[in-house]
């Protein structure tokens, strides 16, 4: 594999560690990219492909699961956390968090590179999910400003004429914008259109008047 394919971030302080981490991993044709403290790892610029973080707990600048709360809100691969001291209340903390593996030293090659291919996994996901979204966002703000107002009110169930009559339109209208939504929406149904108001995180309108008026 070569980095276009993903890579995976050391960051530990022991430099016969990132060496042999790397090597292994070089043996099983992965690329890797060492750090000896997480400042370096934080401020560095980092290749846009799937990723694995390799993450020591004992840090001199910072200890790795107070790093891992910190980047938590960031777009940051998913952890493998590697450690020499290693209890059970920090691994109950990293894998609570999110980290997809607590080994400790010595742990076999084949746990790590098991954990590894599982975290570059999650992360191509994730990737794929967040332009999925972006994707999804797009054609929302490309809607009217009166098919925005059409969308909540048809995937919250209300029918064309109570939809109408919370807008004041005529349902011809009414039918109208919500052609336009689904179209726009690239909506194959009306349950994939509400799938896709659930990832945009609209809220669900109900009728105000629960009315007949056209």
Do not use: W
Not at 22 to 39: K, N, P, Q, T, V
Not at 115 to 139: C, F, N, P, Y
């Amino acid at each position: 594999m070569t980095m276009d394919n993903h890579i995976v971030f050391i960051v530990d302080d022991d430099a016969r560690i990132r060496e042999a981490l790397g090597e292994l991993l070089a043996s099983h044709g992965m690329c890797a990219i060492a750090f000896g403290s997480a400042g370096d790892y934080v401020s560095a610029e980092k290749p846009d492909v799937p990723a694995c973080l390799i993450l020591d707990v004992e840090l001199p600048d910072i200890n790795g699961l107070d790093l891992q709360r910190q980047i938590a809100e960031g777009n940051h691969p998913p952890i493998v956390f590697v450690t020499g001291h290693g209890d059970i209340p920090s691994s109950v903390r990293a894998i609570k968090h999110g980290a997809v593996d607590f080994l400790t030293k010595p742990f076999s090659d084949a746990d790590l590179m098991v954990a590894i291919h599982t975290a570059i996994a999650q992360d191509r996901e994730k990737r794929s999910e967040r332009a999925e979204l972006g994707v999804l966002r797009q054609r929302y703000l490309e809607l009217t400003p009166r098919e925005r107002e059409v969308l909540p009110l048809v995937v919250s169930g209300l029918l064309n004429k109570q939809a109408a009559a919370e807008l004041r339109i005529s349902e011809v209208t009414l039918e109208i914008h919500r052609r336009n939504v689904m179209q726009k929406m690239m909506a194959a149904s009306l349950a994939d259109l509400v799938r896709i108001a659930e990832r945009l995180e609209i809220p669900i309108t109900h009728s105000r008047r629960g009315g007949n008026r056209a």
